[in-house]
């Protein structure tokens, strides 16, 4: 698929003796597994090439990838080409200088609203951008080197943006091209311990916000995290958000709701949903996002109520009018 697009980024790669990689801000596994694995098969391919990623905000939870990334502003980006991956807009970027970069290249799996770049290959259908490299990679396998860091690099940004190989987004090729990355010797156990591993005081955390937990008469989870929870259990403001995803897998449970002190007085809302859109309740409340995970914020515990109350009636519509959820 694509192979004109795929050549002609080959070529541009072999044209330039700079390439600058960025990606979106807050990266996640496959904003980082794409960037850096890319990054490392151009590197043993083209030796005498200056090869830099560009952005410097890897997040905590992926610090143990030992990642190593350039200073934005000092970098020339004059004659440089620059990849930019996972990254669905110009907004998103980490590294908004790097549009100063003499031709600049998209890669990406969202759909396409905001196409940018000299050269663009997305493929919306993808699991993940670090599909596309291992495909990348797969079919210029005679000209391009890997090794065992740079496949470990993308089998995580498979793993993580395809939730294990669960999401629809995965398909045979998902399969396949992460089979091929293994075939390469990618630990899988260390990389999973590395990825899912957490301390113990994150179980009583849990514990706690199981204990705290409400569902509503038709099926809405939701809890509330307040200064105290996240004093008490030293939660930095991702911990504390993250609390949502405790709540994703309760039967007959369409939309759960987290919400979240802020330190301003407001309160933030993460929203998650299954088989229903949730976004158009998020823009309600001052929010947006996907169909089945957005953010809103509220300012009081009255509009909080009203909100869950909301999310209720509209659980309650659907499941109404449709079937086949679970
Ligand atoms: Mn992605």
Same mark, same amino acid.
């Given at each position: 698929m694509n192979e004109e697009t795929k050549n002609a980024i080959l070529e541009k790669i072999r044209e330039y003796d700079r390439i600058i990689l960025a990606r979106h801000v807050r990266p996640d596994g496959d904003a980082v597994g794409s960037s850096h694995g890319l990054a490392e098969i151009l590197r043993l391919s083209f030796p005498d090439k200056e090869i830099l990623v560009s952005d %410097?905000?890897?997040s905590d939870a992926l610090e143990f990838t030992q990642t190593e990334e350039t200073d934005p502003e000092i970098l020339?980006?004059?004659n440089a080409l620059a990849i930019v991956l996972?990254?669905?807009?110009?907004? +998103?970027?980490? &590294?908004? +200088?790097?549009? %100063?970069?003499k031709e600049l290249i998209k890669i990406d799996?969202?759909?396409?609203?905001n196409p940018y770049g000299d050269i663009s290959w997305v493929e919306d259908?993808?699991?993940s951008v670090c599909e596309m490299i291992a495909d990348f990679l797969y079919t210029f396998r005679d000209v391009l080197q890997c090794n065992l860091r740079a496949a470990t690099l993308l089998y995580m940004g498979i793993i993580t943006d395809s939730g294990n190989f669960k999401?629809?987004?995965? &398909?045979g090729d998902t399969l396949r091209l992460a089979g091929y990355l293994l075939d390469?010797?990618?630990?899988i156990q260390t990389l999973n311990s590395e990825l899912e591993l957490r301390p113990y005081e994150f179980y009583k955390f849990q514990a706690c916000i199981f204990d705290k937990m409400k569902l509503t008469e038709n099926g809405v989870a939701y809890l509330y995290v307040d200064k105290e929870m996240q004093e008490r259990f030293h939660l930095t403001r991702s911990q504390a958000s993250d609390?949502?995803?405790?709540?994703?897998?309760?039967?007959?449970?369409?939309v759960w709701i987290a919400f979240i002190d802020n330190p301003d007085g407001s309160i933030r809302v993460r929203l998650r949903s299954r088989f229903m859109p949730i976004n158009n309740l998020a823009e309600r409340y001052d929010g947006g996002g996907h169909a089945n995970a957005s953010g809103a914020t509220v300012n009081s515990l009255r509009e909080m109520q009203a909100l869950v109350k909301d999310a209720d009636a509209l659980i309650k519509e659907y499941k109404e009018n449709n079937g086949g959820w679970i």
């Open positions: %410097e905000d890897i020339d980006y004059s996972d990254t669905a807009n110009l907004e +998103r970027l980490a &590294n908004k +200088r790097i549009t %100063e970069a799996h969202h759909i396409d609203r259908e993808r699991s999401y629809s987004a995965t &398909n390469m010797g990618v630990d609390s949502v995803d405790f709540m994703s897998g309760i039967r007959g449970t369409l």
